[in-house]
């Protein structure tokens, strides 16, 4: 394991704003439920040394064909020599995912 270097700075109280090597995140929490931009993971501490995690991103579970079908009902070209991140994103960016 390498040594990691990141820096949170806090815009307001529950907002801030992730600053690493792989990029720029959000995050915000409102009591025990907290939300990351990046990894779109929302997380809720519950009392005791529980806490419940949810994966909110539908690429996570897809094959890279479930996200090919999907591009080609939306009608969408140059999709098919994209990876699956890739074709994850362009998706998003058409509010697809």
Same mark, same amino acid.
């Given at each position: 394991m390498g040594l990691r270097l990141k820096k949170k700075i806090k815009l307001f109280p529950g907002l801030s704003l992730n600053l690493s090597k792989s990029g720029i995140s959000a995050s915000i929490k409102a009591g025990p439920v907290s939300?990351?931009?990046?990894?779109? %993971?929302?997380?809720?501490?519950?009392?005791?040394?529980?806490?419940?995690? !949810?994966?909110? !991103?539908?690429? %996570?579970?897809?094959?890279?064909?479930?996200?090919?079908?999907?591009?080609? =009902?939306?009608?969408?070209?140059?999709?098919? %020599?994209?990876? %699956? =991140?890739?074709?994850?994103?362009l998706l998003k960016q058409h509010s697809l995912l």
């Open positions: 939300w990351n931009s990046r990894s779109q %993971k929302t997380s809720v501490n519950l009392p005791g040394p529980l806490s419940y995690q !949810s994966n909110s !991103s539908k690429a %996570k579970g897809a094959t890279k064909a479930d996200l090919v079908n999907i591009a080609r =009902q939306a009608g969408l070209s140059g999709y098919s %020599k994209l990876k %699956k =991140q890739e074709l994850a994103a």
